[in-house]
């Protein structure tokens, strides 16, 4: 059983902190994966909205995907509230 495409995509980014989304879709392919461009666009939109990555455009046909690093919690602030 093979785990969901956003899940593989997710894990690979974390190591590699950025991509291109070409760098991306090669990645996947590459692990076993079957992969279209219109599946990518699926999964980067649903991992966007979750708030997982942030993607820019840095050329017409080409994007930046970069994972969203979360601040470290202030625990004082935490427990004022």
Known sequence: ??????????EWLKEEKSASD?????ALNKNGN???VNELNKVLLHLE???LVSI???AKEKR???VVEKP????????AS
Do not use: H, N, V
């Open 34 to 36: 079957k992969c279209s």
């Open 56 to 58: 820019r455009w840095i």
């Open 64 to 66: 930046r995907i970069e």
């Open 1 to 10: 059983m093979r785990a969901p495409l956003k899940f593989t995509a997710y």
């Open 72 to 79: 470290p919690e202030d625990p004082l602030k935490s427990r």
């Open 22 to 26: 070409e760098e991306l879709l090669e």
């Open 49 to 51: 909205i979750l708030g």
